[in-house]
């Protein structure tokens, strides 16, 4: 059966410094995968998907990027955290090869920026 | 208008009781329609795909009106554990567009 993961569960960070987040889905190959934020009060907002190694469809401008080196691996980084970053961040997998568009999520990474 | 809106409730409702959520959205070329349940502080749990046909999976019927552009959740003898936010979406080709969220409390 699939799993995906995400790493760290809970974060805090100071305004200003980096960040790196990791997603890896097991037990399905050449899976779309997909970074969404809950912020509070907010939806599920789409911030990047990926269809497949190196390709990233931006969906929001922002100061935060995607990367996807290996095929069950979605990296989010941002460089410079603004306090607006804080939210719950969570990482979706669906199946290329389907029409549906089910997605899965990981258990999510709660990012506090102070 | 929101692209996905629902009602954000709460919804208080005794054990036993009948449910049920709506849904509208507003883009008429949305394919793809899904209910998922939140936990509080975990990550959204699939609850059922939406067809056109209308689907149900034990206590939970969805339906889809394209015509009004609305699906709907009916949740019938509801038990404590079905305390959750539900969420719906809707969208075409990975993209799904979220609402914010129906919180139900199923009260003993």
Redesign the interface.
């Known amino acids: 059966s699939q799993t995906i993961h995400q790493w760290p569960a809970t974060l805090v960070q100071p305004v200003g410094s980096p960040l790196s987040l990791e997603c890896t889905v097991e037990g399905t190959s050449n899976p ?1 995968l ?1 970074w969404y934020r809950q912020a509070a ?6 911030l990047f ?1 990926s ?1 497949g190694i190196g390709q990233i469809s931006s ?1 929001v401008p922002q100061n935060l990027s995607a990367s996807r080196p290996q095929d069950r691996q979605f990296i989010l980084s941002s460089k410079k955290l603004l306090l607006s970053d804080s939210g ?1 961040y ?1 990482c979706a997998w ?1 199946e290329q090869s389907r029409d ?9 990474t ?1 990012l506090t920026v102070l | 208008r929101k692209e996905v809106e629902q009602d954000p409730g709460p919804f208080n409702v005794p054990e036993g009781a009948t449910v049920a959520f709506n849904c509208t959205y507003s883009n008429s070329a949305s394919q793809s329609f899904f209910w998922y349940r939140q936990d509080c502080r975990k990550e959204p749990k699939l609850l059922m795909s939406v067809y056109s046909s209308g689907n149900e999976d034990g206590r939970f019927t969805a339906q889809l009106n394209r015509a009004s552009q609305y699906i709907s959740l009916l949740i019938r003898d509801s038990k404590l554990s079905d305390s959750a936010t539900y969420l719906c979406n809707a969208g075409n080709n990975r993209k799904l567009i979220w609402g914010l969220g129906t919180s139900l409390a199923v009260n003993p």
């Open positions: 779309n997909y009060g907010r939806g599920l907002q789409l998907y269809v969906e719950f969570l669906s549906t568009d089910t997605q899965y999520f990981g258990p999510g709660r």
